[in-house]
């Protein structure tokens, strides 16, 4: 009898489509009815073809939907038709379907702005504007989120930052919004206790979280309200007051000492040459040589009971090119870590390596950043309900969040799809504008969206049915 054959792999467009439906219904408890959960899955697919502003009404053109009444979807923000928490722990739920209870879960947190031009628009009130001089700051209005992001294992030294929480964070002094005042550290501290409780809820008590975070974090406030099983990694500042661990208590009349003597300033360190030790470093596919140093326990004023590591990372300077030799340069950091109880001590919760390993990925929030509000329109939607004005910006986060989390399952960082172009083979990772591609190439070939890319043939019915479908593309392009 003959062999039965295997079925053809299916290909990479289709795998990344099944695994996007499969990461939405997991979606379905956050939304009260079913008709709500369908207008925001057109909503998530509408995103992705509306090529002008992403307001409400833009995407609805990109769906061909120019006929249809509009309040119902502009309802989805302005009135509590999804539960936000509900909705959070879902995408949380589905980011332990690709970590280990084993590994460490990574995380980074960050403070961002959202540009407005109203001085009405709740949330909104004046803020250092970060597109001006950094030695002259300028002010603009705009709306602060803190920005609370997982960070998946590296593949060859890559990795991406997947949304978890967009969090508002807007001072006492911004327009009445439907969410209290709130500090940077305050939100941060905020997701850290609320990954915590996520992991233990899903019986991971044990696992540890590793937070990476910018100097904004290095608080009084911060140390103090990490919860165990943390291990907190914030960029601190040069001049940074530490203090050594206090001695013995003694025999003798008095309250025992709190602090020891002082430490010598991070900066201080960089002239120990001698002190430095190398290790190179896997970062997006190639090995960085870096020049560090350890030094404590030390701790901070405010916090004697929370011992810390100071890491300080060197400076370096190289050329780049040939022909024209650039000079290139980065600026020595330094690091703050906490400090894990040991029957002999104190030890740092992870290796050396594996810490200038991770400080290097927390660039991707950054990148995350410019790709959420520069390519994919977070803070354009036209939204100027209290409650529309706040959830409308971390909707569309979310909605970033599924599709680059249904790319990372269906393909991993480096295992995408091959390029189209002759002339270049693509890089090691994935790019973004490769991810929108597939997705919009998958969403073509389905029988909803068929007639956006099916060749016109002598059969006129069918040609006008395809130029009417690319009309509503084109107006939604053109903003029409």
């Not at 979807?73 to 379907?97: H, I, M």
Request: glycine fraction near 6%; hydrophobic fraction near 45%; charge should be positive.
């Amino acid at each position: 009898m003959p062999r039965k054959q295997a079925p053809p792999p299916q290909a990479p467009v289709s795998i990344l489509l099944a695994t996007l439906m499969q990461i939405i219904a997991a979606h379905r408890p956050a939304f009260r009815q079913e008709r709500t959960f369908r207008r925001a899955v057109a909503l998530l697919f509408g995103e992705l073809f509306a090529f002008a502003r992403h307001t409400v009404t833009q995407v609805l053109l990109a769906l061909g939907m120019h006929d249809t009444d509009p309040t119902a979807f502009y309802r989805l923000f302005s009135r509590s038709r999804f539960d936000d928490a509900t909705l959070t722990a879902c995408l949380f739920r589905e980011t332990l379907k690709r970590c280990s209870k084993h590994d460490p879960y990574v995380i980074g947190i960050d403070s961002t702005q959202i540009p407005r031009s109203s001085l009405t628009l709740p949330g909104t009130s004046w803020l250092h504007a970060f597109r001006t001089a950094v030695f002259k700051r300028g002010i603009h209005r705009a709306q602060r989120f803190v920005h609370c992001a997982w960070l998946p294992l590296r593949e060859k030294g890559f990795t991406r930052a997947i949304p978890l929480r967009f969090l508002p964070s807007f001072p006492p002094k911004a327009a009445p919004a439907d969410v209290p005042s709130a500090k940077e550290w305050e939100v941060g501290l905020a997701c850290i206790r609320w990954v915590r409780q996520q992991l233990t809820a899903a019986g991971r008590a044990a696992q540890w979280v590793v937070v990476l975070a910018d100097g904004a974090f290095d608080t009084v406030g911060m140390w103090r309200g990490v919860p165990a099983q943390v291990a907190l990694i914030v960029r601190t500042a040069r001049n940074r007051c530490l203090y050594l661990l206090p001695p013995p208590p003694t025999t003798g009349r008095g309250r025992p000492r709190r602090y020891g003597q002082r430490a010598p300033q991070p900066a201080s360190w960089l002239t120990k040459q001698e002190l430095f030790r190398r290790k190179r470093v896997l970062v997006r596919g190639r090995r960085i040589a870096m020049r560090y140093q350890v030094h404590g326990p030390y701790l901070c004023d405010g916090v004697p009971d929370r011992p810390l590591f100071l890491i300080v990372i060197g400076g370096a300077t190289w050329q780049r090119g040939k022909r024209r030799p650039r000079l290139g340069r980065r600026e020595p950091a330094f690091y703050l870590v906490t400090a894990m109880k040991t029957d002999t001590g104190w030890a740092l919760p992870l290796s050396v390596g594996q810490i200038l390993a991770w400080v290097w990925q927390r660039w991707e929030l950054e990148v995350a950043h410019r790709e959420m509000k520069a390519g994919f329109g977070v803070g354009q939607k036209q939204c100027w309900n209290k409650r529309s004005a706040v959830v409308s910006g971390p909707w569309r986060v979310w909605v970033y969040a599924v599709l680059v989390l249904a790319g990372y399952r269906a393909w991993g960082w480096i295992r995408g799809p091959t390029r189209p172009e002759r002339w270049w083979r693509g890089a090691q990772r994935w790019s973004f504008t490769t991810l929108w591609r597939s997705y919009r190439a998958a969403l073509w070939g389905t029988a909803a969206c068929r007639s956006l890319w099916t060749p016109s043939t002598d059969d006129w019915l069918k040609k006008e049915h395809t130029i009417i479908a690319l009309t509503n593309a084109a107006l939604a392009a053109a903003r029409a």
